[in-house]
């Protein structure tokens, strides 16, 4: 089980919400969005991180927003944390980003692509904030063993596993729910991103999606058992400046929970 700040993560606790756009857009976009999941979350009981990039080193074009300026996104992350008393999660691409983020955020993301880098998953350990550690699209899911057997060397066991899907042919992700019952096995919190799920990788000039499946994964998940449900939620999902394809509308978002936590008492009943 992890813990960060009182919101108990595996274990058998009920689900915590990890959710926020894609990427931090202005200052507008990400407060609103903090304030009303974090309204929601209050309201449903349900514990919620907060997340949203402050770096898109990944994108498919090469003209595509990556970002405001690194210390302008580090301070909105700090309002967001004085303002609402949330925990923060953000990715980190790079050996040098590790330190810096970890001043900030309590829960350090690897993303997918960078799942088997080596230095990467030990800079982030030695910082010794929570590393939540994305399943690469090419893996199979008993091979996260050893990325999170990296992260561990450096001392640091507050390690989760996220679910996003894997490659299957071209343009197209498939989530295979065995995943989240294998990666359980090896014995850390497993998180289901029920966003990045629904891509449609390399679709032209943007990555595509198909928003209609976000809540059909994240039920199924929820009812395979699961210790945590990332959703990127975003007010205006068409014209985000990251995933717009494949962003929840934070109108969306209560409905779903409703349903998620039903799913999940029943689980772990």
């Given at each position: 089980?992890?813990?960060?700040?009182?919101?108990?993560?595996?274990a058998?606790?009920p689900?915590?919400?990890?959710?926020g756009?894609?990427?931090?857009?202005?200052?507008?976009?990400t407060?609103?969005?903090?304030?009303?999941?974090?309204?929601?979350?209050?309201?449903?009981?349900?514990?919620?991180?907060?997340?949203?990039?402050?770096?898109?080193?990944?994108?498919?074009?090469?003209?595509?927003?990556?970002?405001l300026?690194?210390?302008?996104?580090f301070?909105?992350?700090?309002?967001?944390?004085?303002?609402?008393?949330?925990?923060?999660?953000?990715?980190?691409?790079?050996?040098?980003?590790?330190g810096?983020?970890?001043?900030?955020?309590?829960?350090?993301?690897?993303?997918a692509?960078?799942?088997?880098?080596?230095?990467?998953?030990?800079?982030?350990?030695?910082?010794g904030?929570?590393?939540?550690?994305?399943?690469?699209?090419?893996?199979?899911?008993?091979?996260?063993?050893?990325a999170?057997?990296?992260?561990?060397s450096?001392?640091?066991?507050?390690?989760?596993l996220?679910?996003?899907?894997t490659?299957?042919?071209?343009h197209?992700?498939?989530?295979?729910?065995?995943?989240?019952?294998?990666?359980?096995?090896?014995?850390?919190?497993?998180?289901?991103?029920?966003?990045?799920?629904?891509?449609?990788?390399g679709?032209?000039?943007?990555?595509?999606g198909q928003?209609?499946?976000?809540?059909p994964?994240?039920?199924?998940?929820?009812?395979?058992?699961?210790?945590a449900?990332?959703?990127?939620?975003?007010?205006?999902?068409p014209?985000?400046?990251?995933?717009?394809?494949?962003?929840?509308?934070?109108?969306?978002?209560?409905?779903?929970l409703?349903?998620?936590?039903?799913?999940?008492?029943?689980?772990?009943?």
């Amino acid at each position: 089980m992890i813990d960060i700040n009182g919101i108990k993560i595996g274990a058998g606790n009920p689900f915590v919400l990890i959710a926020g756009p894609c990427v931090i857009e202005n200052y507008e976009i990400t407060m609103k969005t903090a304030e009303r999941v974090n309204e929601i979350t209050n309201d449903l009981g349900i514990p919620y991180i907060f997340k949203s990039s402050y770096k898109k080193a990944n994108r498919t074009n090469v003209s595509s927003f990556t970002g405001l300026d690194e210390e302008e996104s580090f301070e909105i992350f700090r309002k967001i944390k004085a303002e609402f008393n949330l925990p923060i999660l953000t990715d980190i691409h790079t050996v040098e980003e590790a330190g810096k983020a970890a001043e900030i955020a309590d829960i350090l993301q690897i993303p997918a692509f960078l799942c088997r880098q080596t230095e990467l998953l030990t800079a982030a350990g030695f910082t010794g904030r929570v590393i939540n550690i994305k399943k690469g699209q090419f893996l199979a899911p008993e091979d996260m063993k050893h990325a999170a057997e990296k992260v561990k060397s450096t001392g640091n066991e507050k390690i989760m596993l996220t679910e996003r899907g894997t490659t299957f042919g071209y343009h197209n992700l498939v989530v295979d729910m065995r995943s989240l019952i294998i990666m359980k096995e090896l014995g850390y919190p497993v998180v289901m991103d029920a966003t990045h799920s629904v891509q449609m990788p390399g679709s032209g000039n943007v990555t595509g999606g198909q928003p209609k499946f976000i809540a059909p994964l994240a039920k199924a998940a929820a009812a395979v058992g699961i210790d945590a449900l990332f959703l990127e939620v975003h007010p205006d999902p068409p014209n985000a400046l990251s995933d717009a394809a494949s962003q929840l509308p934070l109108d969306d978002l209560k409905e779903l929970l409703i349903t998620i936590k039903e799913i999940d008492a029943i689980t772990k009943r």
